[in-house]
C-alpha cells in the first residue's frame, strides 16, 4: 500500500489531512488520514484513520465488489510479533462469530518504507452488512463496563438516541424469574456463548471494561449481543499497571471467565443454562482451533497459520524494528515468534486441556462422535393463523451438553444453526421463522417464558404435512419427525389442465413472436370457490395469484397465466380469464413447473416433455390434461395428456370437439359466429371466427356458420370427444325464417364473395 501525505505529522492529529492511497493497482484521492486510539498515540509508530470519499470507496480484496467507507491502519509497534490482530480476529470468523477483517500490510509513505501496519476494517454498518447483521440494526461502541449510556458510542441509528440501550440495561438489572425471563427474551444466546468462548481461545484480557461492540437487530428479533473489538492486547500479552503495553511477561493462564464486572457478562455466568452453553462452546472452540497438546505438529491450527502469515510478511518485519525501533527483551522478531509459536501455545493448551477440563476443572470434555436429538412437537398451523409464530420443539435427551453449532435442518423446512448453538442438558430449543412473532404468541409456547428461541428458517411447515431431519456437521441424521396434516383446498382442487408451451407462429408481419401466446390453464375441480391467494409458481415460470386479476375460481372454471397479455388477446379475444401475465418462459424443450399454496407446501410437481406429442411443439396443438381427477402422479405421465382437439388450444373452456359453425365458443350458432368470423376474417389464427376449427378464418367458416346456423349443442354434445350428430339433427333448423334473413344481409355485404352453399339438413 503505497500513501500520499503532505505530512506524516499532518496525519497524527485529530484534525488530520488530506492525501492519497495505491493499493491493488487502485488510487484514490481525496482520502482523509487522522489519528486514530487512545493509549497508542503515545507510540512512536502511531495508528491512523483512514476515510474515502463517497464516490470512490476503497476495495480491500482484489477482483470483489465489496468497498469500505474507511478503515484503520493500526500500529503494532506494542506487538513485536505483528500478527496478533490478525491471528484474533481470524479466530473469531473460524468460530463463525461477526468479526472485522484484519490483516499484515506493507506501507510506503512519500517513496519511503513506512512499517507493516495492521489494516483492520472499521465498524460501521458496511461491517454489519459483511458479516450478515442488519446493517440498520443499531451499533455501539463501548467504553464502559455496560452499566451506563455514557461512553457508548452510537455508531448507527445515532437519529433515535440511545433510550434502547438504556431500557436493555434496566432490563439486565432484574433479578429471579423475571431477569431470567427477560435475558432468554433479549439476548442472542449462541451469538453471546460464541463471543465470551473465542475470548478465551485468543487468551484476551483487555475486553469488557471497553474494547467491544454492543449491537441490537433492531428491526428483526430485537435481540443484543456484543461483538469483538480491539484485540491486539491477545495470545499472551496483558496490560499491566506497571508496564502498560510494554510487559514482556507471559500470560498463558489467563481465566475462564473474563469480563467479569460487565453487566450482561455478570448476569450471564449467573444463569446456569448460559453457563453449559459457554462452556460447552468453549470445549468444541478448543477442540477444533488450539486443539490438545497431542495434535501433531503438521495438524496445528495455529501453527500453520503464524507459519503462512510470516512468509506474508517476510523481510519487512526487520525493516519495520529498524525504522521504529524496538522495546524490552527479545527484540527480534524471530524471537518473538519462537516465544508465540513454540512457548505461548504450548503452556495455554495445557492450561485449558489438563488444568481446566478433564475433571480437573468446568470445561467438559470432548463431545462425542455420535449424538442423538429429539424433535417433540411440531406447530404448523397457529391458533392466530400467522405462519410466523409456527415453531419446531427440538430436545435434548442426554444429561450432557450438545454443540450443535452448523447442524442442519432439512426437509420440508431449512435451517442451519448459528454458531454457539448449545443445548443444555435436558434442554429445550424452539425454532421459528420470526421469534419476534413467536414471542407474541397469546397462548404458550410464548415471550416471558424464558425460552431458548431461534429464529430464521427457511419456508413453511405446511398444514398439509411434512418431514423434518436434523443433520448434524457430518451429514448423520440425529432426529427425525414426520407430521400427518390435512391437504389445503388448492392441494385438493386446484389442477393445471392445458399447458401451450411452444405456440404456432404468427402471421408475416405481426409484432410479436411465438412464445409471446404461451399460456398455462387451471382449473378449480372442486365443488365450492377455491380461494387463490397466496398460489404461486415457484419453478418453470413465476407468478402469484395474490397480485393476480382473478383471487377466487368457482367450481369447475378455468383461470390462465400468460406470457405475453396483449399478444394473447390479439389471438384469442378478450373475454377470456386471464389472472395475469408471468415472468420467465415455458420452456420448447419441456421442463419442471412446480406450484405451491400458501403454506408453501407442493401444488403440483411435474416435468412435461416436448417428447410426449410432436403436434404440441409448435405445430398449433396444445397440451391437454386426459383426466383433471386422475391422481397427481399422471401429471408427470406421458399418458395423463393428450394434444388438444382445437388448433391453438381451447384456454380458458373445455378442450372439445366443438359446434361446427360455432365461431366464439359459446356452444350457439348464431348472429354473433357471423359476427366473429367476419371480424377475424383472413386471420391464420384459430380461436374467435374459426366456425371450422381448421386454424384458418375464412370463406369456408362463413359456409360453416350458414350451414349450422340455429343449432344450440347441449352439454352432452359440447363435453364429447366425437363430433356432433343425433343430438344437433335434434334441433336442425327450427329458426330458418332467422336464418334466411340473417343470411339475406350478409350475403349482400361487399366485404365477401363466395360460393352459395347449399343447405345441409344432415349432420356428420
Known amino acids: 500500500m503505497y500513501i500520499h501525505l503532505p505530512s506524516l505529522a499532518g496525519a497524527e492529529t485529530d484534525i488530520g489531512t488530506y492525501g492519497g492511497v495505491y493499493y491493488n493497482g487502485v488510487y484514490y484521492d481525496n482520502v482523509h488520514f487522522n489519528i486514530h486510539g487512545q493509549s497508542s498515540r503515545g507510540f512512536p509508530k502511531k495508528s491512523?484513520?483512514?476515510?474515502?470519499?463517497?464516490?470512490?470507496?476503497?476495495?480491500?480484496?482484489?477482483?470483489?465488489?465489496?468497498?469500505?467507507?474507511?478503515?484503520?491502519?493500526?500500529?503494532?509497534?506494542?506487538?513485536k510479533s505483528k500478527l496478533r490482530n490478525t491471528l484474533a480476529y481470524e479466530t473469531y470468523g473460524d468460530a463463525g462469530s461477526v468479526t472485522h477483517f484484519a490483516f499484515p500490510v506493507r506501507v510506503q509513505q512519500g517513496g519511503r518504507f513506512l512499517g507493516v501496519y495492521d489494516l483492520v476494517e472499521d465498524g460501521d454498518d458496511d461491517y454489519l452488512d459483511r458479516n450478515g447483521l442488519d446493517p440498520f440494526g443499531a451499533l455501539y461502541k463501548m467504553y464502559n463496563t455496560f452499566t451506563t449510556t455514557s461512553g457508548a458510542e452510537k455508531k448507527t441509528r445515532q437519529e433515535e438516541g440511545v433510550g434502547d440501550l438504556s431500557a436493555f440495561q434496566a432490563g439486565l438489572r432484574q433479578s429471579g424469574a423475571a431477569l431470567s425471563q427477560f435475558l432468554w427474551d433479549n439476548v442472542d444466546?449462541?451469538?453471546?456463548?460464541?463471543?465470551?468462548?473465542?475470548?478465551?481461545?485468543?487468551?484476551?484480557?483487555?475486553?469488557?471494561?471497553?474494547?467491544?461492540?454492543?449491537?441490537?437487530?433492531?428491526?428483526?428479533n430485537g435481540e443484543w449481543t456484543y461483538l469483538p473489538w480491539d484485540l491486539d492486547l491477545s495470545f499472551g500479552r496483558n496490560w499491566t499497571t506497571t508496564f502498560t503495553y510494554f510487559d514482556d511477561g507471559l500470560f498463558s493462564q489467563n481465566p475462564l471467565y473474563?469480563?467479569?464486572?460487565?453487566?450482561?457478562?455478570?448476569?450471564?455466568?449467573?444463569?446456569?443454562r448460559f453457563n453449559q452453553m459457554y462452556l460447552r462452546r468453549l470445549r468444541t472452540l478448543m477442540d477444533e482451533l488450539l486443539q490438545s497438546p497431542d495434535t501433531p505438529e503438521a495438524e496445528r491450527h495455529y501453527e500453520s497459520r503464524i507459519d503462512a502469515l510470516v512468509e506474508h510478511i517476510g523481510a519487512d518485519a526487520a525493516l519495520?524494528?529498524?525504522?521504529?525501533?524496538?522495546?524490552?527483551?527479545s527484540p527480534t522478531w524471530e524471537q518473538q515468534l519462537t516465544i508465540l509459536r513454540e512457548q505461548y501455545l504450548a503452556e495455554r493448551r495445557n492450561f485449558l486441556f489438563n488444568q481446566q477440563s478433564n475433571g480437573r476443572g468446568p470445561i467438559p470434555a470432548v463431545q462425542a462422535a455420535m449424538q442423538s436429538l429429539e424433535i417433540v412437537e411440531v406447530e404448523h398451523s397457529p391458533a392466530s393463523g400467522n405462519r410466523d409464530q409456527q415453531f419446531i420443539k427440538i430436545r435434548n435427551p442426554t444429561r450432557g451438553t450438545i454443540d450443535i453449532s452448523g447442524w442442519r435442518i432439512e426437509g420440508t423446512i431449512q435451517h442451519t444453526f448459528k454458531a454457539g448453538t448449545v443445548l443444555s442438558s435436558s434442554g429445550d430449543l424452539y425454532v421459528t421463522p420470526d421469534s419476534k412473532a413467536f414471542r407474541a404468541?397469546?397462548?404458550?409456547?410464548?415471550?416471558?417464558?424464558?425460552?431458548?428461541?431461534?429464529d430464521g428458517y427457511e419456508g413453511i411447515l405446511p398444514g398439509s404435512g411434512g418431514s423434518i431431519q436434523i443433520v448434524d456437521q457430518d451429514g448423520r441424521e440425529v432426529a427425525g419427525f414426520v407430521y400427518e396434516g390435512e391437504p389445503s383446498d388448492a392441494q385438493k382442487y386446484l389442477r393445471i389442465t392445458e399447458i401451450n408451451y411452444h405456440p404456432y407462429e404468427p402471421a408475416a408481419g405481426s409484432p410479436f413472436v411465438d412464445n409471446d401466446y404461451e399460456y398455462v390453464e387451471l382449473t378449480n375441480i372442486g365443488d365450492a370457490p377455491l380461494d387463490l391467494t397466496g398460489v404461486w409458481f415457484d419453478q418453470g415460470v413465476e407468478f402469484d395469484f395474490t397480485h393476480g386479476a382473478i383471487r377466487e375460481l368457482a367450481p369447475g372454471a378455468h383461470v390462465l397465466i400468460v406470457a405475453n397479455e396483449t399478444a394473447f388477446r390479439e389471438?384469442?379475444?378478450?373475454?377470456?380469464?386471464?389472472?395475469?401475465?408471468?415472468?420467465?418462459?415455458l420452456s420448447n424443450g419441456g421442463e419442471v413447473l412446480v406450484v405451491r399454496d400458501k403454506?408453501?407446501?407442493?401444488?403440483?410437481?411435474?416435468?412435461?416433455?416436448?417428447?410426449?406429442?410432436?403436434?404440441?411443439?409448435?405445430?398449433g396443438e396444445t397440451l391437454v390434461?386426459?383426466?383433471?381427477?386422475?391422481?397427481i402422479a399422471n401429471w408427470g405421465l406421458k399418458q395423463g395428456w393428450r394434444a388438444s382437439r382445437l388448433h391453438g388450444g381451447s384456454p380458458g373452456r373445455d378442450d372439445v370437439v366443438q359446434q361446427l359453425g360455432d365461431a366464439d365458443g359459446d356452444s350457439d350458432v348464431d348472429a354473433q359466429d357471423l359476427q366473429a368470423v367476419r371480424e377475424n376474417f383472413g386471420r391464420a389464427a384459430g380461436g374467435l371466427g374459426d366456425a371450422d376449427h381448421d386454424g384458418d378464418v375464412d370463406v369456408h367458416d362463413l359456409n360453416a356458420v350458414r350451414n349450422y346456423f340455429g343449432v344450440s349443442a347441449p352439454v352432452g354434445v359440447r363435453n364429447s370427444v366425437n363430433s356432433p350428430t343425433s343430438a344437433v339433427s335434434a334441433t336442425r333448423f327450427a329458426v330458418d325464417s332467422a336464418h334466411d334473413a340473417v343470411f339475406g344481409l350478409w350475403t349482400k355485404s361487399p366485404n365477401f364473395e363466395w360460393e352459395k352453399p347449399r343447405r345441409r339438413r344432415d349432420f356428420r
Open 48 to 79: 491512523f484513520n483512514v476515510d474515502f470519499p463517497r464516490d470512490h470507496r476503497f476495495e480491500p480484496f482484489a477482483a470483489s465488489d465489496y468497498t469500505v467507507k474507511d478503515f484503520n491502519l493500526l500500529s503494532n509497534y506494542a506487538d
Open 189 to 220: 444466546m449462541p451469538s453471546m456463548a460464541n463471543f465470551l468462548a473465542a475470548m478465551i481461545i485468543t487468551g484476551s484480557v483487555d475486553c469488557c471494561h471497553k474494547n467491544y461492540y454492543a449491537y441490537r437487530d433492531t428491526l428483526g
Open 258 to 272: 473474563i469480563g467479569r464486572g460487565n453487566l450482561l457478562n455478570d448476569v450471564l455466568f449467573a444463569d446456569p
Open 320 to 329: 519495520d524494528n529498524n525504522r521504529w525501533s524496538v522495546w524490552g527483551a
Open 441 to 454: 404468541r397469546t397462548v404458550g409456547p410464548r415471550g416471558n417464558q424464558g425460552l431458548f428461541v431461534q
Open 571 to 585: 389471438r384469442y379475444g378478450d373475454a377470456l380469464p386471464v389472472a395475469g401475465m408471468y415472468s420467465g418462459q
Open 599 to 619: 403454506d408453501n407446501a407442493i401444488v403440483h410437481n411435474f416435468a412435461y416433455s416436448d417428447a410426449w406429442f410432436s403436434s404440441t411443439d409448435g405445430d
Open 625 to 631: 390434461v386426459q383426466d383433471e381427477r386422475a391422481d
